[in-house]
């Protein structure tokens, strides 16, 4: 069955500090993979999404960064974490679960990223 | 994708049905209707989606209105673990979903 990890579950970090979040799907190959970010009490922000190795799409500008170094991998990176960088990180991938011709999203259990 | 509006709040009692609505005037005809939920500090969850007809699973149903611009998400016999926060959301264009800020369902025993 498809599962999707996240790591770690919680992170306090400095300001200024670098940040590396990671995200892997079991199960399924080339996965269509997604990163949100969610502050607290609001609705899911998309900030990058990949469809393949090497490829990623930007939403929004900020500043993050994400990479897809294998098939099952995606990663949200950071250089130098700011306050406004604080939320709920959520990773996704498209799947087609439910016994349909429809995709679904489904997310990882997500990252709690509080920065000081 | 299509917006969707959702009331922010809403209070049902433990075991009565909980019905969600949701307005999506501006969807198109091949964009479908999902429904999540969010428990505080996990993922959301996918509870049903369609795009027509009237869908039920071991979650929930799901009414379409006829001409496609509302839905209602119901839960036939709430209990106090399906307090969460609802999301209704129309269209996956290659995933991009936009997330509003959802329905805050409150079950009260």
């Known amino acids: 069955s498809q599962t999707i990890h996240q790591w770690p579950a919680t992170l306090v970090q400095p300001v200024g500090s670098p940040l590396s979040l990671e995200c892997t799907v079991e199960g399924t190959s080339n996965p269509n993979l997604y990163w949100y970010r969610q502050a607290a009490g609001r609705g899911l922000q998309l900030l990058f999404y990949?469809?393949?190795?090497?490829?990623i799409s930007s939403e929004v500008p900020q500043n993050l960064s994400a990479s897809r170094p294998q098939d099952r991998q995606f990663i949200l990176s950071s250089k130098k974490l700011l306050l406004s960088d604080s939320g709920f990180y959520l990773c996704?991938?498209?799947?087609?679960?439910?016994?349909?011709?429809?995709?679904?999203?489904?997310f990882g259990p997500g990252t709690r990223l509080t920065v000081l | 994708d299509a917006k969707t509006t959702q009331p922010p709040s809403m209070d049902c009692a433990e075991g009565r049905a909980a019905n969600l609505p949701c307005n999506h005037s501006t969807i198109s005809g091949n964009e479908y209707v999902y429904w999540y939920r969010q428990i505080h500090s996990q993922g959301p969850q996918y509870i049903i989606h369609?795009?027509?007809n009237n869908e039920t699973n071991e979650m929930a149903s799901l009414i379409i209105t006829e001409d496609r611009k509302s839905s209602t998400l119901i839960l036939p016999h709430a209990t106090l673990r399906d307090t969460a926060v609802y999301y209704c959301?129309?269209?996956?264009?290659?995933?991009?979903?936009?997330f509003g800020d959802g329905t805050t369902l409150t079950v009260k025993p």
């Open positions: 959301i129309v269209g996956f264009n290659a995933g991009k979903s936009t």
């Open positions: 369609g795009l027509k």
């Open positions: 990949s469809v393949g190795i090497g490829q």
């Open positions: 996704a991938w498209i799947g087609n679960l439910t016994g349909t011709h429809t995709d679904t999203q489904y």
